[in-house]
């Protein structure tokens, strides 16, 4: 009868996730013990006044359904380990449940739904086996009990209490399933975040590596159909130096600075990546001849960079560029052959274009 989490003990997440989570599961628990213990009284009461129970029942009754919430949480927050305390009180309520099936005589309605709801809870906590680790809890509780009341068995249930099974099952289950949606829709943004972060290069805002291989062989493949489109390797002119001379800050802007230049020079439908420190690469649709007037374009803007830290820092870019394969080849290849340009575009005194 507590909250579902997000807590999966089979990861080791960093302390400070830990420290948040072992804060937070008992509070989220709270509120769903006082709605599960609380919605639980009303077909006990109902068994209850049926079998005209004793008093000490009634007492037990006040005490886990009403009280036991308060008592649990304040335990849990008192402990030195929270999240420790949380699940020992997530295997009380289990213990709970199980004492409350011989009280009701095992009425068959309302000790599945006690005992599906505190084993439903453990699965629903996403810590792993809880639900295992609360079954001798629950049936030594049960055995307990039963040999206190003597085993008596009268499991048929009556409409009466049918109808105080219902908000339990239907309230309960709601919120439940509530609490799991938003879990789920939780998880699903930062998995959406998460592959954000794997697509792009965070400094350059171009796509990071991996990606950019994913979206270069798909347009080797589209682009060995029309027989048309290029490479482009790009890499900055004694970029060691820059750091050297200016620190790093200053060189990472320079990459800023030259991936802004990069895209606003190259054609719809390019794409364009980082693929090391300071080299830069991108698929162009088209011939080799529009490759060849984006690379002039880059090279005339990278040099007119001005960085604002760095007045008197000027910069350029030295450029591969290779045809698309005559017959399909794979993208290493065709990186190579862009290499190969841009090594021949160095040895000629760098800030310049050189085809394959
Ligand atoms: N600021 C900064 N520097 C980086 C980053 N990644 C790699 N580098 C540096 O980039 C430099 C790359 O230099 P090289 O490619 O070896 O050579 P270069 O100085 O550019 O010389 P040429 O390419 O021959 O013109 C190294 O000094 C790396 O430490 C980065 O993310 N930020």
Redesign the pocket.
């Known amino acids: 009868m507590a909250a579902p989490t997000s807590v999966d003990s089979r990861s080791d997440p960093p302390a400070t996730v830990r420290t948040r989570a072992q804060r937070a599961l008992p509070r989220r628990a709270y509120g769903f013990r006082i709605l599960g213990m609380g919605l639980a009284a009303l077909p006990l009461i109902a068994v209850m006044h049926e079998l005209q129970a004793p008093w000490p029942a009634w007492a037990w009754m006040v005490l886990t359904c009403l009280l036991w919430p308060h008592i649990a949480y304040a335990r849990a927050m008192q402990s030195r380990d929270p999240f420790l305390a949380e699940l020992r009180n997530f295997l009380i309520d289990s213990a709970i449940a199980g004492s409350w099936v011989p009280i009701l005589h095992f009425n068959l309605l309302p000790s599945a739904v006690l005992l599906s709801v505190v084993t439903a809870d453990k699965i629903n906590s996403g810590v792993r086996r809880l639900w295992l680790y609360s079954l001798p809890g629950t049936v030594l509780a049960l055995l307990a009990m039963a040999w206190v009341t003597g085993f008596a068995f009268q499991p048929a249930t009556s409409m009466f209490v049918i109808v105080s099974c219902l908000p339990i099952m239907i309230i309960h289950t709601l919120a439940v399933s509530a609490s799991s949606y938003r879990l789920v829709r939780r998880v699903q943004t930062q998995n959406a975040r998460l592959e954000e972060l794997s697509r792009i290069d965070t ?1 350059s805002g171009l796509y990071a590596r991996g990606h950019w291989e994913g979206l270069a062989s798909d347009a080797l493949r589209h682009h060995a159909l029309s027989g048309t489109g290029a490479m482009m390797v790009i ?7 820059i ?1 050297d001379r200016h620190g ?1 800050a200053i ?2 802007d320079v ?1 800023r600075g030259i991936a802004e230049v990069i895209r606003r020079n190259t054609p719809t439908g390019s794409h364009a990546g980082r693929i090391g ?3 830069f690469a991108v698929v162009l649709p088209g011939s080799v001849a529009d490759a060849e007037q984006a690379a002039e374009r880059i090279l005339e803007a990278a040099r007119s960079l001005a960085f604002a830290n760095a007045g008197e820092l000027c910069c350029s870019v ?1 450029i591969g560029i290779s045809a698309m394969p005559p017959s399909e080849t794979d993208l290493r290849g065709w990186v190579e052959s862009a290499d190969r340009a841009l090594y021949r575009a ?1 040895q000629a005194g ?1 800030d310049r274009a050189m085809t394959a």
């Open positions: 400094l890499d900055v002119d004694r970029f060691k130096e750091n790093h060189g990472d990459l420190g300071d080299e030295s160095k760098r």
